[in-house]
Nanobody, 123 residues
């Protein structure tokens, strides 16, 4: 069972990126998915999540209105389009999956994690 993130890059403030999380070895249909990030010297924090029970999405206040989560069952991927990026969005971004009825923005309940992809927002 594996998750692989992609799409991280260096981008200027105000720019956009689209991260993707691809699953192999299992289908994401029944899993709640969380996106997390970790900046140097800081704890891992939840960015947003997708609930498997009803398809609801939840976001951290810091990214509301700028980030969205979308799941493509045919591709077995979950994407994180990010707009209006700020320098404080700089971090390694991780996706995680868990057989959870809800989708918490805390990392502990999730069972499977990707290796992370670096997002740097700078001039």
């Amino acid at each position: 069972l594996q998750l692989v993130e992609s799409g991280g890059a260096l981008v200027q403030p105000g720019g956009s990126l689209r991260l993707s999380c691809a699953a192999s070895g299992f289908t994401l249909d029944y899993y709640s998915i969380g996106w997390f990030r970790q900046a140097p010297g800081r704890e891992r924090e939840g960015v947003g999540c997708f609930s498997s029970s009803d398809g609801s999405t939840y976001y951290a206040d810091s990214v509301k209105g700028r980030f969205t989560i979308s799941r493509d069952n045919a591709k077995n991927t979950v994407d994180l389009p990010m707009n209006s990026l700020k320098p404080e969005d700089t971090a390694v971004y991780y996706c995680a999956a868990g057989l959870l009825p809800l989708c918490p923005l805390a990392p502990r309940p999730y069972d499977y994690w990707g290796q992370g992809t670096q997002v740097t927002v700078s001039l």
